[in-house]
């Protein structure tokens, strides 16, 4: 009877696999509204501030992946810093935006475009209509809104650069549609083509962090084509109430086009963006989008989007775990942004409305959150997606090129210095190392390396955002004291952040220097690796701000946010040295001591999910003789910091790091030290992974559970041998293959303990 019920399971589970496998729409599983209200999670709660940390600040974007622009619903008319287009709790919608919102972030927008289609009587202020989210219908691939007080319901669709809008009648009546440049500046410009029936204009960009409020060199530019010819037009001046106040009395004006429209009649609008010319917005609406058909349009889009997710599938009974990762998912592939136009064209970063043009099959990208996705997005798209990584590293080189230095954090095509650290450099590093990029490496090499070891020769340079902050201080000290103040930047001071930040950069160029065979470079930047020794105080055991004089601050308390932290606490920041977790483990005493610390910070609840900076610490047990803990406390975090509602996600989702951290880490694997090549096992969210690998190869990840309940990993398998590692190469990754992973009701002690197969930060390639 026994042996007659299994084979009943194993038959049951392999009918459930099939049915799995044959699933295709994996679009549905996407909820766009997630991460669009105040935060709920736990550590959001206890850890965060404001805006900043207290939303997502996500929006529900009709894009497809790594786009010139988003399509957005506006609630938020302003662009503001910290503020996206849409929040959940709004009731007012005031038209779609062709946006450059930078997702999950607390930027600002720029460059965007509003279109509000409204009827009746003409209104050019206070025409935001009302509606609830049971008038909304939100995809990645299309929104639909029913706006009752109009008598209309619209809907946009998209390509990588232009967008198409829908609004249909449902009674005859005017229509108007409101075209605004949304400048804050005063200084949008829209203009009216009746002969040519389309209405063009443009919206200067500004410069954010260094440089604030200086032209950013380029303009959002749009070509808006009608498929109705144009009858009544005029222009409008916009509310000007967020413009600065040295700037009061400049207007910023907008366009308006009406018609008569009959009940049930559609008009389409179509909306080419672009960031070099008004010639370029229209080449790429020529493009991308030359007909009519929004149906058509829709279809491909979502047919992109299924092309992306299906590159992972996931196969689980619980259906709200499938809706985050796939959520997830469709988050980490906002940005970098698409800038070139459909025939290369570019603006020149750091440059005064001056072009380039890329060469044939490349693409140019910018708007990179560096210091949140080199951690875990970054990593996640070298498995998936290694030519968009290659375009990502080659786009920063040439703003390296083409502005003297390599952007710390380049955003609006500029420097901004925003942040710390200088995680280009581990970019570019692990690209080259891993063999994504092979190009011109001794280029990209002097690039880093100039960074690393140089500041510009004119304040004037440095002032721009040019080269790593406090870098004559981290040179001199072997970290950066508190006496520097680190003055010119967005993020002053926060010097052990810096330092412990630096020392990880530090150790990503000195693998490629010794692959390079650059030995003098390699000794020096590896012997700065270990500059977070010196931030570290063993009398208390945690990071602490020092003076020249070698002294630490007093008094101090681990668990306050201070001046030289990041966004955080001395305890969080400590265990951020993911390139030598074995030399922390031994200035904090050994394993034990290591695990005690770790366990200190989970119990207090002092582990703040919402910020990058303690990412890898629940898998760092992984490091010590209590593996098992890196699998529990990583289940815990993904089932309290991550749902599927609008307040589901734990602080800024960070330009996707936050959904790349779920994506790894339901998998069963995360990149702890990004430069090493290696990611730490945990125990999968999911029965099955499948990760479709290029030239046809595929990565399977197989979960066998005891129970329901299992979460321990008691064994490994790679390829159907037993495998001991704690941890997985990229090496292995890449080939392709399949990964059992064995799991209990309780934890299994023995399992992934032994130091000799705990990770070595080493990548292969210099092995």
């Known amino acids: 009877m026994r042996s007659i019920s299994f084979c009943f399971v194993l038959l049951f589970a392999a009918v459930v696999s099939t049915a799995f496998a044959q699933e295709t729409d994996l679009v549905k599983y996407v909820n766009p509204l997630a991460g669009t209200a105040n935060s709920t999670t736990p550590s959001a709660l206890k850890h965060g501030y404001e805006a900043l940390t207290n939303y997502a600040n996500t929006a529900p974007s009709v894009t497809t ?52 289609p409204i009827t009746g009587k003409l209104k050019t202020t206070g025409y935001a209509a009302q509606f609830t989210h049971k008038d909304e219908k939100s995809t990645p691939y299309v929104y639909r809104v029913n706006l009752p007080s109009y008598k209309i319901h619209t809907a946009v669709t998209a390509t990588p650069r232009a967008g198409i809008i829908e609004v249909t009648a449902d009674a005859a009546d005017s229509l108007y549609l409101l075209i605004t440049p949304n400048s804050d500046w005063g200084e949008g410009y829209v203009k009216v083509d009746t002969k040519n029936n389309e209405i063009y204009g443009y919206n200067p960009a500004h410069r954010i962090y260094q440089g604030w409020g200086k032209a950013a060199g380029f303009s959002g530019y749009f070509v808006i084509k009608l498929e109705k010819k144009i009858g009544t037009n005029g222009m409008f001046l916009t509310d000007n109430s967020n413009i600065p106040d040295s700037l009061k009395g400049r207007k910023n004006k907008g366009a308006y086009v009406g018609f008569r429209v009959q009940k049930g009649e559609k008009l389409h609008i179509r909306i080419g963006t672009s960031f070099t010319s008004i010639d370029g917005a229209r080449k790429n609406l020529a493009a991308e989008l030359p007909g009519w058909d929004f149906e058509a349009v829709a279809a491909k889009c979502k047919a992109v989007w299924q092309q992306a997710l299906k590159q992972i599938t996931v196969n689980t009974t619980n259906t709200v775990d499938k809706h985050i990762f796939y959520t997830s998912f469709y988050h980490a592939m906002q940005v970098p942004r698409l800038y070139n136009d459909v025939d290369g064209t570019y603006p020149k970063f750091s440059s005064n409305y001056k072009l380039a043009k890329m060469p044939k099959g490349g693409n140019y990208y910018d708007d990179f959150s560096l210091w949140d996705i080199f951690r875990a997005e970054i990593p996640l798209f070298e498995i998936l997606k290694p030519t968009y990584v290659n375009n990502f590293v080659q786009s920063l080189l040439t703003k390296g090129e083409q502005g003297g230095w390599l952007p710390i954090f380049p955003c609006w095509d500029n420097y901004t210095s925003e942040m710390v650290g200088d995680h280009t450099t581990s970019v570019i590093s692990s690209a080259y190392l891993k063999g994504i990029s092979t190009g011109n490496v001794e280029n990209a090499y002097r690039l880093m390396r100039q960074n690393a070891f140089d500041q510009p020769k004119t304040r004037a340079e440095y002032v721009e955002g040019k080269g790593r902050r406090a870098l004559n201080s981290y040179i001199k000290y072997g970290y950066i004291p508190l006496e520097d103040s680190v003055l010119e930047a967005f993020h002053k001071m926060e010097q052990v952040s810096r330092t412990l930040e630096y020392a990880y950069d530090d150790y990503a160029l000195a693998q490629l220097s010794k692959k390079l065979g650059k030995t003098d470079d390699y000794d020096k930047l590896l012997k700065r690796s270990k500059n977070y020794v010196n931030v570290f105080d063993p009398s208390t055991g945690f990071v602490r701000g020092r003076y020249q004089n070698g002294s630490f601050i007093k008094p101090f308390n681990p668990d306050s946010k201070q001046t030289y932290i990041t966004e955080g606490t001395p305890r969080q920041y400590t265990f951020y040295v993911p390139q030598d977790v074995q030399g922390l483990t031994k200035l904090m005493g050994g394993r034990q001591k290591l695990e005690t610390a770790l366990d200190s910070q989970f119990i207090k609840g002092e582990y703040w999910h919402g910020n990058e900076p303690g990412h890898q610490s629940p898998f760092m047990y992984n490091y010590t003789a209590s593996s098992w803990k890196t699998q529990k406390q990583v289940r815990a975090i993904l089932a309290a910091e991550y749902s599927n509602g609008p307040g589901g996600l734990g602080g800024n989702d960070d330009a996707g790091q936050m959904s790349a951290w779920y994506m790894f880490a339901s998998m069963g694997f995360y990149p702890v030290s990004p430069i090493s090549g290696e990611y730490i096992l945990c125990s999968p969210l999911f029965d099955n992974v499948t990760i479709n690998l290029n030239d046809g190869k595929k990565l399977q990840i197989i979960c066998h559970k005891k129970s ?27 080939k392709g293959g399949t990964l059992d992973i064995y799991l209990q009701d309780t934890p299994d002690k023995n399992w992934g303990v032994n130091p000799a197969q705990q990770p070595t930060g080493v990548p292969a390639a210099v092995k």
């Open 65 to 116: 992946p790594f786009a010139m622009t988003q399509w957005i619903p506006q609630t938020q008319a302003a662009e503001q810093k910290c503020i996206p287009p849409y929040y959940y709790k709004d009731n007012a919608f005031s038209g779609f935006r062709g946006s450059h919102w930078i997702s999950g972030s607390c930027t600002q927008d720029y460059g965007s475009v509003t279109i509000m």
């Open 708 to 734: 329901k309940n299992s979460m321990y990993i008691n064994a490994v398998k790679w390829n159907g041998q037993a495998y001991a590692k704690n941890y997985i190469t990229y090496a292995n990754i890449v």
